[in-house]
C-alpha cells in the first residue's frame, strides 16, 4: 500500500516481497530510501538494515532504514542502533 502511495505521488518505489531479493536489487542500483517492515518472512527487517548496510561502499552512504509495520519498542531501539 505505502508502495502505491508513493507512486502516485511520482516516486519511483519498487516493492519487494523477498528481503534477500531486495538486497541483490540494492546492489545493482542502490536506492535512495529502504523502508522495510520489521516483522517479515525470512528475516526482520532489522537483519535487512545491517546486511543492506553491509554489502558495500555503495550502500553505506544516504539509504535510510525507517521500520514500517507494528514492533515493540525494544525491537525499533535495537534497529535504530544498528542502523546508525
Known sequence: MLCVILQ???FDAIPFA??????????EEPPDYLISD????????????ILFRARGPCLQGSP???PAGCAGADQTSKGSR???
Open 8 to 10: 502516485m505521488h511520482l
Open 18 to 27: 523477498d528481503p534477500q531479493v531486495a538486497l541483490e536489487a540494492a546492489r
Open 38 to 49: 520489521i516483522v517479515m518472512q525470512g528475516m526482520t527487517g532489522i537483519e535487512l538494515a
Open 64 to 66: 535510510l532504514f525507517r
Open 82 to 84: 544498528a542502523y546508525l
